[in-house]
């Protein structure tokens, strides 16, 4: 069997309503085989970064998996589209997004996965959900690189 992987993983939400949206990623998420759920952020209000829409929801949730990297992408994506997600055109407005940001001390670069996830850095609605659950994977440098990013603690 697998070893146990610690894992990262961003949901963001703007349509239908976000806040129930986001909240049920996380008991999806935590109801995988394979996965057991060992924290959640607080939500975040963002607006829409390179995209438009209304404001976002945002949280990151830390899992242990035994489920490989590609593994744990296809549930999410399954996850995903039981919300309805629909890809027009890139960064359109969602009612749910699920971005695998890190998976242990993996380095990844395919087609399909590239972790750690590669814009993760630019993103406050990443970071600062991130380093409430994981202080040690966020540095002060990059959180104050995104420091003029709108977002707000609302839970």
Sequence with gaps: MRES??????????????????????????????????????L??????????PDY??????????????ALLSAMQQIEQQAGRERPYPNAPRTLDLDLLIYGSASMDSPTLVLPHPRMLDRAFVLLPL????????TAAQLQSVKAQSIVRID
């Design 57 to 70: 929801i945002n949280a990151v949730v830390e899992v242990s998996t035994r489920l490989s990297a590609p």
């Design 5 to 42: 992987v610690t894992a990262y993983v961003a949901l963001g939400a703007n349509l239908g309503d976000p806040v129930a949206g986001v909240r049920k990623a996380m008991d999806d998420i935590a109801a995988l085989d394979g996965i057991a759920l060992q924290k959640r952020s607080s």
């Design 44 to 53: 975040y209000r963002s607006a829409p970064l390179a995209s438009d829409g």
């Design 131 to 138: 380093f409430e659950i994981a202080p040690q994977r966020v």
